[in-house]
Protein backbone atom coordinates (compact mmCIF):
# COMPACT_ATOMS: atom_id res chain seq x y z
CA UNK A 1 0.00 0.00 0.00
CA UNK A 2 3.10 2.20 0.68
CA UNK A 3 3.65 2.43 -2.80
CA UNK A 4 -0.03 3.24 -3.58
CA UNK A 5 -0.02 5.94 -1.78
CA UNK A 6 3.38 7.15 -3.08
CA UNK A 7 1.77 6.78 -6.73
CA UNK A 8 -1.23 8.56 -5.71
CA UNK A 9 0.37 11.75 -4.35
CA UNK A 10 2.80 11.80 -7.17
CA UNK A 11 -0.88 11.52 -9.53
CA UNK A 12 -1.82 14.75 -7.23
CA UNK A 13 1.07 17.18 -8.28
CA UNK A 14 3.15 16.05 -5.02
CA UNK A 15 6.86 16.92 -6.10
CA UNK A 16 8.08 16.51 -2.18
CA UNK A 17 6.97 15.55 0.99
CA UNK A 18 8.31 16.60 4.12
CA UNK A 19 8.68 14.97 7.24
CA UNK A 20 10.82 13.22 10.05
CA UNK A 21 10.82 9.51 9.81
CA UNK A 22 9.53 6.53 12.20
CA UNK A 23 9.14 3.35 12.48
CA UNK A 24 5.22 3.28 11.67
CA UNK A 25 5.92 5.22 8.32
CA UNK A 26 9.31 3.37 7.39
CA UNK A 27 7.03 1.56 4.42
CA UNK A 28 6.01 4.94 2.68
CA UNK A 29 9.62 6.32 3.59
CA UNK A 30 11.15 3.67 1.48
CA UNK A 31 8.38 4.39 -1.12
CA UNK A 32 8.75 8.08 -1.47
CA UNK A 33 12.88 7.52 -1.29
CA UNK A 34 14.99 10.44 -1.96
CA UNK A 35 14.71 13.41 -3.42
CA UNK A 36 11.06 13.38 -3.27
CA UNK A 37 11.37 13.05 0.66
CA UNK A 38 13.26 15.66 2.34
CA UNK A 39 13.79 14.88 6.45
CA UNK A 40 13.19 17.76 8.10
CA UNK A 41 14.80 19.15 11.83
CA UNK A 42 11.42 18.93 13.62
CA UNK A 43 7.79 18.02 12.56
CA UNK A 44 6.74 21.65 12.67
CA UNK A 45 9.15 22.56 10.44
CA UNK A 46 8.06 20.16 8.19
CA UNK A 47 4.35 21.00 8.62
CA UNK A 48 5.85 24.98 7.92
CA UNK A 49 7.61 23.23 4.58
CA UNK A 50 4.32 22.09 3.67
CA UNK A 51 1.90 24.95 3.92
CA UNK A 52 4.99 27.20 2.04
CA UNK A 53 4.97 25.01 -0.78
CA UNK A 54 1.29 25.37 -0.96
CA UNK A 55 1.21 29.12 -0.34
CA UNK A 56 3.94 29.83 -3.31
CA UNK A 57 3.13 27.09 -5.38
CA UNK A 58 -1.06 26.58 -5.11
CA UNK A 59 -0.35 23.11 -5.25
CA UNK A 60 -0.67 20.93 -2.69
CA UNK A 61 1.56 20.55 0.26
CA UNK A 62 2.70 17.53 1.84
CA UNK A 63 3.77 16.37 5.59
CA UNK A 64 4.17 13.85 7.62
CA UNK A 65 5.43 12.32 11.05
CA UNK A 66 4.97 9.67 13.37
CA UNK A 67 2.57 9.26 15.73
CA UNK A 68 2.73 10.90 19.34
CA UNK A 69 5.14 13.40 20.01
CA UNK A 70 5.81 13.92 16.12
CA UNK A 71 1.70 14.38 15.32
CA UNK A 72 1.65 16.79 18.12
CA UNK A 73 4.76 18.68 17.04
CA UNK A 74 3.24 19.12 13.28
CA UNK A 75 0.15 20.56 14.99
CA UNK A 76 2.25 23.98 15.37
CA UNK A 77 2.75 24.10 11.84
CA UNK A 78 -0.77 22.60 10.22
CA UNK A 79 -2.65 25.61 12.22
CA UNK A 80 -0.35 28.10 10.07
CA UNK A 81 -1.41 26.56 7.26
CA UNK A 82 -5.19 26.55 8.45
CA UNK A 83 -5.46 29.77 9.48
CA UNK A 84 -3.57 31.02 6.03
CA UNK A 85 -5.86 28.45 4.34
CA UNK A 86 -3.34 26.64 2.77
CA UNK A 87 -4.08 23.53 1.19
CA UNK A 88 -2.02 20.61 3.30
CA UNK A 89 -2.05 16.90 3.20
CA UNK A 90 -0.73 15.42 6.69
CA UNK A 91 0.48 11.75 6.63
CA UNK A 92 0.21 10.80 10.42
CA UNK A 93 1.49 7.66 11.26
CA UNK A 94 -1.11 5.72 14.12
CA UNK A 95 -0.12 3.67 17.28
CA UNK A 96 -2.45 1.88 19.89
CA UNK A 97 -3.98 4.59 22.27
CA UNK A 98 -2.45 6.94 20.67
CA UNK A 99 -4.96 10.44 20.07
CA UNK A 100 -3.51 11.76 17.17
CA UNK A 101 -6.93 12.04 15.29
CA UNK A 102 -8.73 13.60 18.34
CA UNK A 103 -5.83 16.51 17.86
CA UNK A 104 -5.39 16.63 14.26
CA UNK A 105 -9.60 16.95 13.87
CA UNK A 106 -9.34 20.20 15.29
CA UNK A 107 -7.20 21.75 12.57
CA UNK A 108 -8.40 19.47 9.38
CA UNK A 109 -11.41 19.96 7.00
CA UNK A 110 -10.87 16.55 6.82
CA UNK A 111 -9.43 13.82 9.36
CA UNK A 112 -9.89 10.11 8.64
CA UNK A 113 -8.34 7.11 10.26
CA UNK A 114 -7.44 4.40 7.56
CA UNK A 115 -7.69 0.88 9.96
CA UNK A 116 -7.75 -1.46 6.76
CA UNK A 117 -5.74 -1.75 3.81
CA UNK A 118 -8.13 -1.44 1.08
CA UNK A 119 -9.74 1.70 2.35
CA UNK A 120 -6.05 3.52 2.19
CA UNK A 121 -6.71 4.63 -1.63
CA UNK A 122 -10.30 5.96 -1.37
CA UNK A 123 -9.62 7.86 2.19
CA UNK A 124 -6.24 9.51 0.53
CA UNK A 125 -8.32 10.82 -2.73
CA UNK A 126 -10.98 12.53 -0.40
CA UNK A 127 -8.20 13.95 1.66
CA UNK A 128 -6.37 15.49 -1.47
CA UNK A 129 -9.82 16.29 -2.71
CA UNK A 130 -10.76 18.08 0.78
CA UNK A 131 -7.41 20.18 1.11
CA UNK A 132 -7.69 21.87 -2.84
CA UNK A 133 -11.00 22.41 -3.14
CA UNK A 134 -11.69 23.83 0.92
CA UNK A 135 -8.53 24.93 0.85
CA UNK A 136 -6.98 23.79 4.13
CA UNK A 137 -5.53 20.76 6.22
CA UNK A 138 -6.81 17.30 5.23
CA UNK A 139 -5.21 14.48 7.58
CA UNK A 140 -4.83 10.64 7.54
CA UNK A 141 -3.76 9.11 10.03
CA UNK A 142 -2.47 5.35 9.02
CA UNK A 143 -0.61 2.37 10.89
CA UNK A 144 1.88 0.59 9.63
CA UNK A 145 0.37 -2.52 8.85
CA UNK A 146 -1.96 -0.60 6.57
CA UNK A 147 1.04 0.89 4.57
CA UNK A 148 2.51 -2.82 4.66
CA UNK A 149 -0.29 -4.61 2.93
CA UNK A 150 -0.68 -5.91 -0.77
CA UNK A 151 -2.67 -3.74 -2.75
CA UNK A 152 -5.63 -4.09 -3.65
CA UNK A 153 -6.26 -5.14 -7.24
CA UNK A 154 -8.13 -2.20 -9.49
CA UNK A 155 -8.05 1.01 -11.08
CA UNK A 156 -5.39 3.16 -9.49
CA UNK A 157 -6.88 6.01 -9.76
CA UNK A 158 -4.24 9.54 -9.45
CA UNK A 159 -5.15 10.91 -6.32
CA UNK A 160 -6.33 14.43 -8.26
CA UNK A 161 -9.28 16.59 -7.39
CA UNK A 162 -12.86 15.91 -8.81
CA UNK A 163 -13.56 18.59 -11.52
CA UNK A 164 -14.85 22.10 -10.39
CA UNK A 165 -18.36 21.54 -10.74
CA UNK A 166 -20.16 25.17 -12.13
CA UNK A 167 -21.96 27.68 -9.92
CA UNK A 168 -22.68 29.84 -12.98
CA UNK A 169 -21.46 33.25 -12.76
CA UNK A 170 -21.91 36.17 -10.17
CA UNK A 171 -25.29 36.79 -9.43
CA UNK A 172 -26.37 39.85 -12.24
CA UNK A 173 -28.34 41.92 -9.84
CA UNK A 174 -25.70 41.81 -7.02
CA UNK A 175 -23.51 42.95 -9.32
CA UNK A 176 -25.57 45.92 -10.85
CA UNK A 177 -25.58 46.92 -6.91
CA UNK A 178 -22.13 46.56 -6.81
CA UNK A 179 -21.76 49.01 -9.64
CA UNK A 180 -24.19 51.14 -8.19
CA UNK A 181 -22.34 51.72 -4.67
CA UNK A 182 -18.91 51.68 -6.33
CA UNK A 183 -20.48 54.47 -9.02
CA UNK A 184 -21.36 56.28 -6.50
CA UNK A 185 -18.47 57.00 -4.36
CA UNK A 186 -16.01 60.09 -4.97
CA UNK A 187 -13.10 58.69 -3.21
CA UNK A 188 -13.00 54.90 -3.76
CA UNK A 189 -10.32 52.42 -2.51
CA UNK A 190 -9.45 48.74 -3.44
CA UNK A 191 -8.30 45.96 -0.89
CA UNK A 192 -7.16 42.78 -2.71
CA UNK A 193 -6.38 39.82 -0.44
CA UNK A 194 -4.90 36.53 -0.75
CA UNK A 195 -7.77 35.18 -2.07
CA UNK A 196 -8.08 37.37 -5.08
CA UNK A 197 -4.84 37.42 -5.68
CA UNK A 198 -5.91 35.38 -9.46
CA UNK A 199 -7.98 38.94 -9.94
CA UNK A 200 -5.04 41.36 -9.27
CA UNK A 201 -5.15 42.53 -12.85
CA UNK A 202 -9.08 43.22 -12.69
CA UNK A 203 -8.65 44.50 -9.70
CA UNK A 204 -6.34 47.17 -10.56
CA UNK A 205 -8.37 47.84 -14.00
CA UNK A 206 -11.31 48.44 -11.85
CA UNK A 207 -9.01 50.95 -9.18
CA UNK A 208 -8.31 52.75 -13.19
CA UNK A 209 -11.50 53.27 -13.65
CA UNK A 210 -12.55 54.69 -11.00
CA UNK A 211 -9.39 56.32 -9.94
CA UNK A 212 -9.32 54.69 -6.47
CA UNK A 213 -6.14 54.04 -4.49
CA UNK A 214 -5.14 50.17 -4.11
CA UNK A 215 -3.94 48.56 -0.66
CA UNK A 216 -3.14 44.47 -0.23
CA UNK A 217 -3.03 42.00 2.75
CA UNK A 218 0.21 40.72 3.83
CA UNK A 219 -0.66 37.30 2.77
CA UNK A 220 -1.30 39.51 -1.07
CA UNK A 221 1.81 41.41 -0.43
CA UNK A 222 3.22 39.94 -3.86
CA UNK A 223 -0.20 40.34 -6.03
CA UNK A 224 0.49 44.00 -7.20
CA UNK A 225 3.98 45.38 -7.47
CA UNK A 226 5.30 48.44 -5.69
CA UNK A 227 5.80 50.79 -8.18
CA UNK A 228 2.32 51.23 -9.06
CA UNK A 229 2.17 55.21 -8.02
CA UNK A 230 -1.39 54.64 -6.36
CA UNK A 231 -0.25 50.98 -4.80
CA UNK A 232 -0.31 51.89 -0.81
CA UNK A 233 1.45 49.27 0.16
CA UNK A 234 0.04 46.72 3.34
CA UNK A 235 -3.35 47.47 4.92
CA UNK A 236 -3.12 45.82 8.74
CA UNK A 237 -2.63 47.49 12.23
CA UNK A 238 1.30 47.15 11.72
CA UNK A 239 0.96 47.55 8.11
CA UNK A 240 1.65 51.27 5.67
CA UNK A 241 0.58 54.44 6.80
CA UNK A 242 -0.29 55.47 3.32
CA UNK A 243 -2.42 52.12 3.50
CA UNK A 244 -3.83 53.64 6.77
CA UNK A 245 -4.34 56.89 5.50
CA UNK A 246 -6.65 55.02 2.25
CA UNK A 247 -8.86 53.71 4.55
CA UNK A 248 -9.78 56.61 6.83
CA UNK A 249 -10.30 58.71 3.95
CA UNK A 250 -12.32 56.55 1.52
CA UNK A 251 -16.18 56.59 1.07
CA UNK A 252 -16.16 53.66 -0.64
CA UNK A 253 -13.94 50.16 -0.16
CA UNK A 254 -14.02 47.58 -2.89
CA UNK A 255 -12.61 44.08 -0.96
CA UNK A 256 -11.71 41.62 -3.28
CA UNK A 257 -11.11 38.13 -2.21
CA UNK A 258 -9.77 39.72 1.68
CA UNK A 259 -10.93 37.20 3.77
CA UNK A 260 -7.69 37.31 5.20
CA UNK A 261 -7.74 41.47 6.45
CA UNK A 262 -8.20 42.28 9.70
CA UNK A 263 -11.50 43.40 10.53
CA UNK A 264 -10.35 45.78 12.71
CA UNK A 265 -8.62 48.15 10.37
CA UNK A 266 -12.07 48.50 7.86
CA UNK A 267 -14.07 51.92 8.44
CA UNK A 268 -16.50 52.21 11.08
CA UNK A 269 -19.91 51.04 9.65
CA UNK A 270 -22.17 53.82 8.28
CA UNK A 271 -19.08 55.60 7.08
CA UNK A 272 -18.23 54.14 3.60
CA UNK A 273 -19.91 51.69 1.65
CA UNK A 274 -18.56 48.26 0.73
CA UNK A 275 -18.53 46.03 -2.10
CA UNK A 276 -16.95 42.70 -1.04
CA UNK A 277 -15.61 40.15 -4.19
CA UNK A 278 -15.63 36.82 -2.73
CA UNK A 279 -14.91 33.25 -3.23
CA UNK A 280 -17.90 30.68 -2.62
CA UNK A 281 -16.44 29.08 -0.15
CA UNK A 282 -14.79 32.17 1.90
CA UNK A 283 -16.09 32.13 5.67
CA UNK A 284 -17.52 35.82 5.36
CA UNK A 285 -19.71 34.23 2.09
CA UNK A 286 -20.82 31.13 4.41
CA UNK A 287 -21.86 33.23 7.02
CA UNK A 288 -23.97 35.11 5.13
CA UNK A 289 -25.39 32.89 3.79
CA UNK A 290 -26.35 31.41 7.05
CA UNK A 291 -28.00 34.10 8.02
CA UNK A 292 -29.66 35.03 5.39
CA UNK A 293 -29.66 38.29 2.88
CA UNK A 294 -28.10 40.74 4.58
CA UNK A 295 -29.51 44.47 5.88
CA UNK A 296 -29.74 46.89 3.21
CA UNK A 297 -27.10 49.14 5.05
CA UNK A 298 -24.56 46.13 4.74
CA UNK A 299 -21.77 45.46 2.27
CA UNK A 300 -23.05 44.42 -0.95
CA UNK A 301 -21.26 40.63 -1.33
CA UNK A 302 -20.63 39.19 -4.77
CA UNK A 303 -19.82 35.56 -4.30
CA UNK A 304 -18.40 33.71 -7.40
CA UNK A 305 -14.35 33.22 -8.62
CA UNK A 306 -13.22 37.38 -8.01
CA UNK A 307 -11.43 37.28 -11.66
CA UNK A 308 -14.87 36.17 -13.18
CA UNK A 309 -16.73 38.33 -11.19
CA UNK A 310 -14.64 41.67 -11.59
CA UNK A 311 -14.65 40.89 -15.37
CA UNK A 312 -18.28 41.39 -15.54
CA UNK A 313 -18.27 43.86 -13.55
CA UNK A 314 -15.85 46.19 -15.19
CA UNK A 315 -18.23 46.90 -18.06
CA UNK A 316 -21.01 48.05 -15.80
CA UNK A 317 -18.73 50.61 -14.50
CA UNK A 318 -18.06 53.93 -16.38
CA UNK A 319 -14.42 56.10 -16.21
CA UNK A 320 -14.26 58.74 -13.50
CA UNK A 321 -13.34 62.26 -14.80
CA UNK A 322 -12.53 63.75 -11.51
CA UNK A 323 -8.95 62.50 -10.74
CA UNK A 324 -8.25 64.67 -7.40
CA UNK A 325 -8.64 61.77 -5.06
CA UNK A 326 -6.50 59.35 -7.05
CA UNK A 327 -3.99 62.40 -6.98
CA UNK A 328 -4.04 62.88 -3.42
CA UNK A 329 -3.46 59.30 -3.13
CA UNK A 330 -0.40 59.34 -4.92
CA UNK A 331 1.08 61.86 -3.44
CA UNK A 332 0.54 60.22 0.27
CA UNK A 333 2.14 57.21 -1.67
CA UNK A 334 5.00 59.28 -2.67
CA UNK A 335 5.39 61.20 0.68
CA UNK A 336 5.43 57.94 2.81
CA UNK A 337 7.84 56.42 0.70
CA UNK A 338 10.08 59.64 0.76
CA UNK A 339 9.71 58.98 4.41
CA UNK A 340 10.98 55.71 4.45
CA UNK A 341 13.88 56.39 2.50
CA UNK A 342 14.98 59.18 4.64
CA UNK A 343 14.44 56.61 7.63
CA UNK A 344 16.72 53.88 6.15
CA UNK A 345 19.35 56.51 5.14
CA UNK A 346 19.95 56.98 8.63
CA UNK A 347 22.10 55.35 11.33
CA UNK A 348 23.50 56.60 14.96
CA UNK A 349 26.77 54.92 16.11
CA UNK A 350 28.22 51.81 14.80
CA UNK A 351 25.46 49.32 14.49
CA UNK A 352 23.77 48.95 11.20
CA UNK A 353 20.26 50.74 10.78
CA UNK A 354 17.91 47.73 10.11
CA UNK A 355 15.28 49.67 7.87
CA UNK A 356 18.56 50.08 5.24
CA UNK A 357 19.36 46.01 5.59
CA UNK A 358 15.93 45.91 3.89
CA UNK A 359 16.03 49.33 1.74
CA UNK A 360 19.26 48.11 0.52
CA UNK A 361 18.29 44.38 -0.44
CA UNK A 362 15.34 46.07 -2.26
CA UNK A 363 17.37 48.19 -4.27
CA UNK A 364 19.40 45.26 -5.33
CA UNK A 365 16.67 42.61 -5.90
CA UNK A 366 17.21 39.77 -8.75
CA UNK A 367 14.55 39.35 -11.03
CA UNK A 368 11.88 36.77 -9.83
CA UNK A 369 12.93 36.87 -6.75
CA UNK A 370 10.95 34.56 -3.48
CA UNK A 371 11.22 36.76 -0.37
CA UNK A 372 10.65 35.50 3.31
CA UNK A 373 9.78 36.76 6.31
CA UNK A 374 9.37 36.12 9.65
CA UNK A 375 7.52 38.06 12.43
CA UNK A 376 9.10 40.75 15.05
CA UNK A 377 10.49 43.47 13.60
CA UNK A 378 12.00 41.78 10.44
CA UNK A 379 8.15 42.14 9.27
CA UNK A 380 8.05 45.71 10.24
CA UNK A 381 10.86 46.76 8.01
CA UNK A 382 9.92 44.11 4.93
CA UNK A 383 6.22 45.95 4.94
CA UNK A 384 8.11 48.99 5.09
CA UNK A 385 11.09 49.24 2.91
CA UNK A 386 11.16 46.15 0.35
CA UNK A 387 9.59 47.10 -3.06
CA UNK A 388 8.30 43.69 -5.33
CA UNK A 389 8.41 44.43 -8.67
CA UNK A 390 6.37 42.27 -11.09
CA UNK A 391 7.00 38.25 -11.14
CA UNK A 392 8.24 38.59 -7.44
CA UNK A 393 6.85 36.58 -4.76
CA UNK A 394 6.57 36.74 -1.07
CA UNK A 395 5.84 34.50 2.13
CA UNK A 396 5.72 34.89 5.66
CA UNK A 397 3.04 33.15 8.22
CA UNK A 398 0.57 35.66 8.28
CA UNK A 399 -2.57 35.25 10.73
CA UNK A 400 -0.57 33.27 13.35
CA UNK A 401 3.32 35.01 12.80
CA UNK A 402 4.46 32.30 14.03
CA UNK A 403 7.99 33.23 15.28
CA UNK A 404 10.87 31.06 13.43
CA UNK A 405 8.67 30.13 10.00
CA UNK A 406 10.64 31.82 7.60
CA UNK A 407 13.68 29.72 7.70
CA UNK A 408 11.23 26.33 6.85
CA UNK A 409 9.53 28.56 4.40
CA UNK A 410 12.90 29.63 2.78
CA UNK A 411 14.32 26.46 2.96
CA UNK A 412 10.75 24.69 1.28
CA UNK A 413 10.87 27.40 -1.36
CA UNK A 414 14.32 26.75 -2.80
CA UNK A 415 12.62 22.96 -3.33
CA UNK A 416 9.71 24.11 -5.19
CA UNK A 417 11.14 27.25 -7.15
CA UNK A 418 15.37 26.07 -7.43
CA UNK A 419 15.55 28.63 -10.36
CA UNK A 420 14.36 31.34 -8.39
CA UNK A 421 16.33 33.09 -6.07
CA UNK A 422 15.45 33.09 -2.16
CA UNK A 423 16.24 35.69 0.57
CA UNK A 424 14.89 35.07 4.18
CA UNK A 425 14.54 37.70 6.84
CA UNK A 426 14.73 36.75 10.21
CA UNK A 427 15.57 38.17 13.72
CA UNK A 428 17.59 37.03 16.32
CA UNK A 429 14.92 35.82 18.60
CA UNK A 430 12.67 33.69 15.87
CA UNK A 431 15.97 32.25 14.34
CA UNK A 432 17.10 31.02 17.60
CA UNK A 433 13.18 29.40 17.90
CA UNK A 434 13.77 27.13 15.09
CA UNK A 435 15.65 28.41 12.24
CA UNK A 436 19.20 27.27 13.54
CA UNK A 437 18.20 23.56 13.39
CA UNK A 438 16.92 23.80 9.37
CA UNK A 439 20.36 24.73 8.50
CA UNK A 440 20.81 21.58 9.23
CA UNK A 441 18.91 20.43 6.76
CA UNK A 442 20.17 22.96 4.02
CA UNK A 443 23.70 21.59 4.94
CA UNK A 444 22.20 17.95 4.48
CA UNK A 445 20.92 19.38 0.75
CA UNK A 446 24.21 21.46 -0.34
CA UNK A 447 25.28 19.50 -3.06
CA UNK A 448 21.98 20.02 -4.44
CA UNK A 449 21.49 23.76 -3.62
CA UNK A 450 24.97 24.80 -3.86
CA UNK A 451 24.89 25.18 -7.67
CA UNK A 452 21.55 27.07 -7.55
CA UNK A 453 20.35 30.62 -7.84
CA UNK A 454 21.36 32.15 -4.03
CA UNK A 455 19.06 31.12 -0.97
CA UNK A 456 20.15 33.84 1.77
CA UNK A 457 19.45 33.59 5.21
CA UNK A 458 19.32 37.32 6.33
CA UNK A 459 19.65 37.71 10.71
CA UNK A 460 18.88 40.49 12.01
CA UNK A 461 21.44 40.41 14.94
CA UNK A 462 20.09 42.75 17.61
CA UNK A 463 20.51 40.91 21.03
CA UNK A 464 16.42 41.46 21.21
CA UNK A 465 12.90 40.33 20.67
CA UNK A 466 12.76 44.06 19.35
CA UNK A 467 8.68 43.49 18.65
CA UNK A 468 8.27 42.64 22.21
CA UNK A 469 10.12 45.14 23.32
CA UNK A 470 8.90 48.09 20.88
CA UNK A 471 4.52 47.19 22.10
CA UNK A 472 6.01 47.02 26.13
CA UNK A 473 7.82 51.25 24.86
CA UNK A 474 4.85 52.02 23.25
CA UNK A 475 2.40 51.02 25.88
CA UNK A 476 4.61 52.62 28.11
CA UNK A 477 5.26 56.08 26.55
CA UNK A 478 8.58 55.23 25.16
CA UNK A 479 10.88 55.19 28.37
CA UNK A 480 14.66 54.82 28.60
CA UNK A 481 14.62 51.37 29.62
CA UNK A 482 17.23 48.69 28.95
CA UNK A 483 16.14 45.71 26.57
CA UNK A 484 13.33 43.72 27.99
CA UNK A 485 13.03 40.66 25.77
CA UNK A 486 16.73 39.81 25.61
CA UNK A 487 18.29 37.28 23.29
CA UNK A 488 21.09 35.33 23.95
CA UNK A 489 24.46 36.19 22.42
CA UNK A 490 25.59 34.01 19.61
CA UNK A 491 27.65 34.18 16.17
CA UNK A 492 25.55 33.74 13.41
CA UNK A 493 27.96 33.74 10.93
CA UNK A 494 30.49 31.35 13.21
CA UNK A 495 27.88 29.19 13.76
CA UNK A 496 27.01 28.71 9.81
CA UNK A 497 30.71 28.32 9.10
CA UNK A 498 30.72 25.58 11.93
CA UNK A 499 27.78 23.72 9.92
CA UNK A 500 29.70 24.14 6.91
CA UNK A 501 27.75 26.97 4.87
CA UNK A 502 29.16 29.86 3.41
CA UNK A 503 28.79 32.76 5.63
CA UNK A 504 29.15 36.95 5.74
CA UNK A 505 28.91 39.47 9.09
CA UNK A 506 28.48 43.21 9.11
CA UNK A 507 28.56 45.22 11.42
CA UNK A 508 29.36 48.85 9.91
CA UNK A 509 26.27 51.09 8.41
CA UNK A 510 28.47 52.17 5.56
CA UNK A 511 28.77 48.35 3.96
CA UNK A 512 25.40 47.22 3.83
CA UNK A 513 25.27 47.78 0.14
CA UNK A 514 28.51 46.36 -0.95
CA UNK A 515 27.45 43.20 1.33
CA UNK A 516 23.94 42.69 -0.62
CA UNK A 517 26.08 43.52 -3.78
CA UNK A 518 28.18 40.52 -3.61
CA UNK A 519 25.69 38.09 -1.50
CA UNK A 520 22.99 38.45 -4.56
CA UNK A 521 25.83 37.32 -7.19
CA UNK A 522 26.53 34.14 -5.42
CA UNK A 523 24.94 31.31 -5.83
CA UNK A 524 23.98 28.46 -3.22
CA UNK A 525 23.10 29.12 0.20
CA UNK A 526 24.49 31.68 2.71
CA UNK A 527 24.25 33.15 5.98
CA UNK A 528 24.07 36.63 6.55
CA UNK A 529 24.30 38.02 9.79
CA UNK A 530 23.81 41.91 10.29
CA UNK A 531 24.48 43.76 13.75
CA UNK A 532 21.42 46.16 13.78
CA UNK A 533 20.78 48.95 16.48
CA UNK A 534 17.21 47.68 17.92
CA UNK A 535 16.69 51.62 19.59
CA UNK A 536 15.53 51.99 15.91
CA UNK A 537 11.56 52.13 16.40
CA UNK A 538 9.49 50.45 13.69
CA UNK A 539 6.57 53.20 12.50
CA UNK A 540 3.80 51.71 14.12
CA UNK A 541 6.03 52.27 17.94
CA UNK A 542 6.93 55.59 16.71
CA UNK A 543 3.16 56.54 16.04
CA UNK A 544 2.44 55.24 19.33
CA UNK A 545 5.04 56.62 21.60
CA UNK A 546 4.99 60.25 20.35
CA UNK A 547 0.67 60.02 21.44
CA UNK A 548 1.61 58.02 24.30
CA UNK A 549 3.85 61.09 25.51
CA UNK A 550 1.49 63.64 23.78
Not at 203 to 219: F, I, M, N
Not at 381 to 387: A, E, K
Not at 402 to 416: D, E, S, T, W
Not at 436 to 459: K, Y
Amino acid sequence: MAEVVAARLRGAGVDRVYGVPGPVLDPLLRALGAPWFVQARGAESAALMACAHAKLTGRLGCCLAPPGAGVLRLLGGLYDAAADRAPVLALAGRADGDPAVRHLSEVSVFCEPVSRPERLPDALDRAVRAALTERGVASLVVPRHVLEATAPSGPAGDGGPEPARSRGGPDERRLRRAAGVLAAGRRPAVVLGNAGRAAAAQAAGVASLLGAGVAVTALARDALPDDLPYQAGVVGRLGSAAAATLLEECDTLLLVGAEDLDPAVLPAPGRCRTVAVEPEDSPRAAAVRAAGEPSPDAAVRVTGDPSAALEALIPLLRRSTDRAWRDRVEDTVRTWRAEGRAKADRYFGTSVNPRSVVAELSERLPDRAVVVTDSGTALDWWTRHLRLRNGMRSLLSGHLGLPGAAVPYAVAAKFAVPERPVIALVGDGAFQGGGLNELITVRRHLAFLSGLPPLVFCVLNNGDLNRLTWQRRAAAGDPLIPLSAEVPAMPYAEWARLAGLPAVRCDRPRHVASVWADVLTRPGPVLLEFVVDGEIPPDWAAVATSAAVA
